[in-house]
């Protein structure tokens, strides 16, 4: 089974802390760690959102790259 790590944050204690359970987990069962408390809600702050390659559309060239040194920040053939 596939696990991940979930942040959490205590409202009580006003901490952040981890667990890691299974993906498809519904982690009803989190509590703090400290106090115990059910008050804890996820927090998303470290979740990392992967960018979209911008590259992909494949064929015609994108605007404003260089079409001889095929890099989009074209600073160095000028
Ligand atoms: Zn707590």
Known sequence: M???YFDYYCDKCEKQFEIQAPISDDRKWVKCP????KNV???YSSIVVPKKS???SG???GGGSCASCRTHNCGSCG
């Open 2 to 4: 596939e696990m991940a």
């Open 34 to 37: 400290d106090c115990e408390g």
């Open 41 to 43: 809600r996820r927090v």
């Open 54 to 56: 911008s590259g992909s």
């Open 59 to 61: 064929g015609s060239h």
